[in-house]
């Protein structure tokens, strides 16, 4: 069937893009096969990650379908869309059925994003990753691509107003092709995309062409590179603590 939806979407976002200033710079596009299916693991900063991850696949001719959380497509205006693009619902309380969803879309020769955080990144620094995309590779017999995203956070992310003031730079990088075989030791092959990604991202903060204008503006910065963002064991607590109270609320 064919894409209706997804390139109206891209013409809208290439034309916010440049409404907005922006410079893009996207390394590494060919990593991302021409054909068949790919898992692509990308880190997570922004609410806005998925729009600039699928970048990455434009060089190949690709499009990405996503496996986010399932309240977005409860949205009346994102709902439809996330139909539409073919992205994949995916609900924590059930996790197996949006597994079996995106085995799906491999085998049919797709692109699957997933964000192994699973949530945003308050320090803006690599979270614990959860063993589904390299799992996902290995069932589906497809290359793993590691995917690194950097400035997006500076637009809206969590605990922060949107800022999409005119100028800011993103970097997309899309990294070399981990193999899963089948009977791969998936925690040794989470851990080595791990160091991979981490040092992806020590090299985008390090080429990335724009500073904090002053000191009220070093929060998109890690506490590592000078910038005033929680570090990552403060950033864990307070993950840890979001969780404990919406669990409280849950049962009040």
């Known amino acids: 069937m064919a894409d209706l939806v997804y390139p109206p979407v891209i013409v809208a976002a ?6 907005l200033g922006l410079t893009l710079d996207v390394r ?24 600039f991850a699928g970048l990455g696949a434009h060089e190949s001719r690709r499009y990405v379908r996503f496996m986010a959380k ?29 597994f079996r969803v995106a085995l799906d879309s491999l085998a049919k020769g ?11 990144s308050r320090s803006f620094e690599l979270k614990e990753f959860k063993s589904g995309a390299p799992r996902l590779a290995m069932d589906a017999g497809v290359p793993l691509v590691p995917v690194v995203l950097w400035g997006t956070q500076r ?6 107003p949107r800022d999409f003031s005119r100028g800011k730079a993103v970097s997309v990088t899309v990294g070399t ?37 002053g000191p009220d503006d070093t929060w998109w910065l890690p506490a590592r590179h000078g910038g005033t963002a929680p570090t990552l064991e403060e950033a864990t607590r307070m993950d840890r603590l979001e969780l404990l109270e919406r669990a409280k609320r849950h049962t009040d």
């Open 177 to 213: 092709a981990f193999d899963v075989p089948k009977g791969s030791d998936v925690d040794k092959v989470n851990d080595d995309l791990h160091v991979t990604m981490a040092a992806m991202l020590e090299d985008a903060v390090a080429r990335y062409p724009q500073r904090p204008s």
């Open 110 to 120: 797709e692109v699957v994003g997933i964000f192994p955080e699973a949530t945003i």
């Open 155 to 160: 637009m809206m992310t969590k605990g922060r």
């Open 70 to 98: 399932d309240s977005i497509w409860k949205n009346p205006v994102a709902g439809p869309l996330m139909r539409g693009m073919k992205h994949i619902p995916v609900d924590r309380e059930a996790g197996a059925e949006s």
């Open 28 to 51: 590494g596009g060919a990593n991302i096969p021409r054909t068949g299916g790919a898992v692509l693991a990308i880190n997570h900063v922004s609410y806005l990650d998925f729009i």
């Open 14 to 19: 290439r034309g916010a893009f440049a409404g």
